[in-house]
């Protein structure tokens, strides 16, 4: 009788319990699958509890503004500490190469040199004194705050009132003059919006950066100035493409803000050079172009108080370093 081969014995597993009666039973995954978790993680739910805290904050702050009163007053205070952190940083230097680039641009357009004639002359600095020593010009250039504290945002009002004086001795209308500093008041349901309770609060900067895109986008429809238009897109796509390997370049936004009216055309063409020469998408950058503040929307309503905790001085130095 031959003898049969045994087949080596293999490892049974082990029986599993049955499962209770009346519940579903639990289906492992099988093995070296992954399955992906649905539960929102701690950064997530942080982030959705600063918007929540932001957006609930702005509500209180509607209501609040619209009680007179000490405590309108102490908030109004704070709030405007909160701006002038958030001026800190490059925003005197983007106000300064604004008015200076708007004045140089406005005599390009009408080839005439007066405009920065008198941006130069004597008259314009006492005009910056006479107006530094009297804040009237926009609420959030530190009219709460004591005349002797020396704010960011006093000086960048100050010199805006000026340049503004100086381009109407040029041969400007205060209306044309004003729209050349992108002081005019924004008009329509945005500015409703903008300048409501709310909307004060979470917009602190609204008339500059929203009068340059506006601005900027009207030069693309028009194209009043063709020349204009290419020269500055072109300098953007150079400096883009020069920069490309910086992650967030903070001089584009120097560049955006000297173009003052063509800051649209500028930031487009820095935002295509540099796509073009390392491959890279321009949203790293987006924040470094705006014409005030390093500070936007999304961060006011995220973490209202992050200016006072990391100021845009603080900020501005690590990008400096390289940080």
Do not use: C
Request: hydrophobic share 40%; aromatic share 6%; charged share 20%.
């Amino acid at each position: 009788m031959p003898l049969r081969r045994l087949q080596p014995q293999q490892d049974q597993p082990e029986p599993q319990p049955a499962p209770p009666r009346g519940r579903f039973r639990r289906i492992a995954p099988p093995t070296g699958t992954t399955v992906a978790s649905t539960t929102p993680s701690a950064e997530d739910d942080l982030d959705l509890g600063k918007m929540l805290l932001g957006g609930g904050g702005a509500a209180l702050v509607a209501m609040l503004l619209r009680k007179p009163g000490g405590l309108q007053k102490a908030f109004n205070t704070a709030n405007t500490i909160r701006q002038q952190l958030m001026l800190s940083g490059f925003a005197p230097l983007k106000s300064l190469l604004g008015n200076v680039g708007g004045t140089a641009i406005q005599a390009a357009e009408t080839k005439s040199m007066e405009p920065l004639r008198q941006l130069f002359s004597r008259q314009t600095g006492r005009d910056i004194a006479e107006a530094y020593k009297n804040p009237s010009f926009h609420p959030s250039y530190g009219t709460d705050l004591p005349k002797w504290l020396p704010t960011p945002g006093r000086a960048m009002g100050a010199l805006d009132t000026a340049t503004q004086k100086a381009l109407v001795r040029a041969g400007s209308t205060p209306e044309e003059a004003a729209r050349t500093m992108f002081q005019a008041p924004v008009t329509g349901r945005l500015g409703d919006v903008l300048e409501s309770e709310a909307g004060r609060y979470l917009v602190p900067f609204r008339r500059t950066p929203v009068n340059q895109f506006l601005e900027g986008f009207d030069i693309l429809k028009t194209r009043q100035h063709p020349a204009i238009l290419a020269g500055t897109a072109g300098a953007g796509a150079v400096h883009g493409a020069a920069t490309a390997d910086e992650r967030y370049p903070f001089s584009i936004g120097l560049g955006t803000a000297a173009a003052a009216k063509y800051g649209v055309p500028y930031a487009l063409g820095a935002l295509a050079g540099r796509t073009l020469a390392s491959g890279r998408q321009g949203a790293g950058i987006a924040g470094t172009i705006l014409p005030v503040s390093e500070y936007g929307i999304q961060q006011a309503i995220a973490d209202p108080l992050q200016p006072l905790r990391e100021p845009a001085a603080l900020r501005a130095l690590r990008r400096l370093r390289g940080q």
